[in-house]
């Protein structure tokens, strides 16, 4: 899959239904896209990433959703051939844009609240992965800080009450302006 193109705004997982106008939406996990129907009323491009159970590639396919090469690592992807899993996938969609060609990366729901927290849009129904590994996830963001900033690229966290402290904060409006 090719990581070329330039998708604006990236929704990811439920965010969707907050934002059903996004160029794109990803989503890693194999049973979160079938519990959802794939997604398919969605208008944008469907991505997700290659590691599942045996079938998956090809079920995702015929779905229309488009597959990028993904490995378990938590240090952000510079080769185009594939993304980084950082193991979450807010992770994974930031590493497409920055592979698309983004310089400036606003993160909004980006919460990653351990101790019990749900994600912004609350807890996955049951038969999803209901615990997350909050602080892995913000390992793989941290790592990638000074990477990112190496690269030109600029990352602000949008997210007001988000326990991710390696990027700026700044209000989304302000962000836009």
């Known amino acids: 899959m090719s990581l070329m193109g330039k998708a604006k705004t990236i929704a990811v997982n439920d965010s969707h239904?907050?934002?059903?106008?996004?160029?794109m939406m990803y989503a890693a996990d194999h049973k979160w896209w079938?519990?959802?129907?794939?997604?398919?009323?969605?208008?944008?491009?469907?991505?997700?990433?290659?590691?599942?159970?045996q079938g998956w590639v090809d079920d995702a396919s015929a779905q229309g959703l488009e597959i990028v090469a993904c490995r378990?690592?938590?240090?952000?992807?510079?080769?185009?051939?594939?993304i980084a899993?950082?193991?979450?996938?807010a992770f994974q969609a930031m590493n497409i844009a920055v592979l698309q060609g983004a310089?400036?990366?606003?993160?909004l729901g980006v919460d990653l609240h351990d101790g019990g927290g749900a994600h912004f849009?609350?807890?996955?129904?049951?038969?999803?992965q209901r615990k997350s590994p909050w602080a892995t996830f913000k390992k793989a963001f941290t790592i990638s800080a000074p990477i990112l900033a190496g690269m030109g690229?600029?990352?602000i966290n949008c997210s007001p009450t988000s326990a991710l402290t390696c990027f700026p904060y700044m209000e989304v409006g302000d962000a836009l302006r």
């Open 121 to 128: 849009f609350g807890e996955h129904p049951p038969g999803l």
């Open 85 to 89: 899993s950082g193991w979450n996938s």
């Open 17 to 23: 239904r907050v934002a059903p106008w996004a160029d």
């Open 103 to 107: 310089t400036r990366v606003l993160l």
């Open 153 to 155: 690229v600029e990352v």
């Open 72 to 82: 378990h690592q938590l240090e952000l992807s510079t080769d185009p051939h594939y």
């Open 34 to 53: 079938r519990h959802h129907d794939w997604c398919r009323a969605f208008r944008g491009e469907r991505w997700t990433q290659d590691r599942g159970p």
